[in-house]
């Protein structure tokens, strides 16, 4: 038993080795990669639409993107999405000053991805008010849309693995109506349990993709069908296959087959099919999730009859070997196809540890490990005595070892459970974690003067003034505040007013009339100064500085 069990783990190993070794990234989550006015961007005239560019389709909610003026006023508009781009038509002629135009949109995968752009036309404003958005916390929703989800998938893994277990393993064999009728109806009470979490998250999933809270689940944007409509797709299959399989299990294949519908539906329907190669995340999910079900319904079902059936040794014993002869088929099943999801979805070993996606997905991964511990010490130390092939001596030492299987496996279903609550949050987690979630906040614009005899000024905007890339605008203007052209690009440093770090000079992309663009990148939180020098002639070369408060 030994030798066949390392033999097992050993081809597992080699499988997941394959298997991370020739992935690569699923790319199923949307990025920004890039917009039409540039973040900080000074335009001599009104644009006609501004556009925003990602490396996957995404879909737009209605009012997703809104416009707002300097003052934190909204700006008529209106916006289209296609294939990765999104598209804002804006008014044919829009004041002198900043804008920020506020994106939400919906990748793929079925997870929000939200951001904001401030841009200028003319020159920036010397003050941008954040807007006034909703106060709307999108964790709130999302970590009672995990509850629900986490349920839902108990719920609905139990009932369809019960669902088996009483069609396939327990056929043929005799127990008494109190057993039956148990087992039974924590089978119809699992089944409730799905369905009614499943239906409370349809307008928990609308909120948490439109950015609601929870006092606006009651409002029609939740049940967006555009939106939620593979939700209640999922959901109706759910609630046939269920129902079916429970009042059918006099037809042993009709109940097996109704249930079987009803366990990949999430699969089939669901956010899978957003992930490349879809065949392939399609199978391992159906497979993933059918094992699941196997697993968990016919360790929950054990708990439920093996005391019963301690004292009839013949039928404990073929209850159990039954089970135990798919168990560790699907033990490896869930190891190999659930490994071989979360590397697809991440593709590499970096966001294992730095998303909160991965960190979760090795919480996952940590719980089945005990589980699989726990099964192999049931299957090759408890489960021979139990069946009576270990030699234990009489009735009573093989009922004791049945009892002590049975205390085993409530163990092992408990810990199922805690692994499926942890799926729930799981699946509403982003693969991907990055800069395109920040919001609005209010900017200013830091003038400095370069010649004041001759009026000459600099005006100059960082965004998003937080650790990490930063967008530096710099514009030069004459007395009367229009933009000064006819120079040679300034040179613009970057060090921090303590003197600590100096960045030094910084490349420059002209974008305008006197307008200028540099990405850097500010390491630290804290005052960093911006020095721009202009050379005005070969005896005349002004130079200013303004500073930037870095969060």
Known sequence: MIKRAALLLAA?????????????????????????????????????????????????PAGAVQVFDAAGEPVDSDSTSRDTVITTDLPDELADGSYVVVWRAISADGHPIAGSLTFSVGAPSAEVAPPQLPDVD????????????????AGLLLASGLVLFLAWTMRGVRVDDAVGERVLKVAWSAAGVALVAGFAGIPLTGAYQQGLGLDQLGE??????????????????????????????????????????????????????????????????????????????????????????????????????????????????????????????????????????????????????????????????????????????????????????????????????????????????????????????ASRVEVGVLAEDAGTKVLATMAPRTRGPNTITVQVQDQAGEPLDGFAEPTVSVASADGSVDLGSQPVVP???????????IPAPGTWEVQVSLRASEFDNPVTTVSFEVS
């Open 12 to 60: 597992l190993a080699a499988v997941l080795v394959t298997v991370v070794g020739a992935a690569a990234p699923a790319s199923a989550h949307a990025t920004l990669v890039g917009t039409d006015p540039a973040e900080g961007e000074v335009l001599a005239a009104t644009p006609d639409v501004v556009t925003f560019t990602f490396d996957e389709p995404v879909s737009l």
């Open 138 to 153: 999108p964790a709130e929703v999302r970590s009672v849309l995990s509850v629900f989800q986490g349920l839902s998938y």
């Open 220 to 441: 029609s944007a939740a049940v967006d069908l555009a939106l939620v409509g593979d939700d209640l797709v999922v959901l109706g299959l759910q609630v046939v296959g269920l129902v079916v399989a429970l009042t059918q299990l006099a037809r042993p294949r009709v109940a097996i087959a109704a249930a079987a519908v009803a366990t990949v539906s999430p699969a089939v329907v669901g956010h899978s099919r957003a992930i490349e190669p879809v065949w392939l995340l399609v199978t391992t999910d159906v497979l993933h999730l059918s094992a699941g079900a196997a697993w968990f319904g016919g360790l929950v079902g054990l708990v439920l009859t093996l005391r019963a059936l301690s004292g009839r040794e013949r039928d404990a014993a073929l209850v159990l070997s039954r089970f135990s002869a798919v168990a560790a088929g699907l033990l490896g099943l869930l190891a190999v196809t659930g490994s071989l999801q979360g590397w697809r979805i991440l593709g590499g070993w970096d966001p294992l540890f730095d998303t909160t996606y991965g960190r979760l997905l090795l919480v996952k991964v940590g719980i089945a490990a005990v589980v699989a511990a726990i099964a192999g010490f049931n299957r090759w130390r408890l489960l021979p005595a139990a069946t009576g092939r270990s030699g234990a001596a009489g009735h009573g030492a093989r009922r004791a070892s049945v009892l002590r299987v049975r205390d085993v496996v409530r163990v092992e279903a408990g810990l199922l459970v805690v692994l499926l609550g942890v799926t729930g949050f799981l699946t509403n987690q982003s693969p991907r974690e990055g800069p395109s979630n920040r919001a609005p906040v």
């Open 511 to 521: 974008t305008d009339a006197g307008t200028y663009v540099v990405e850097t990148v």
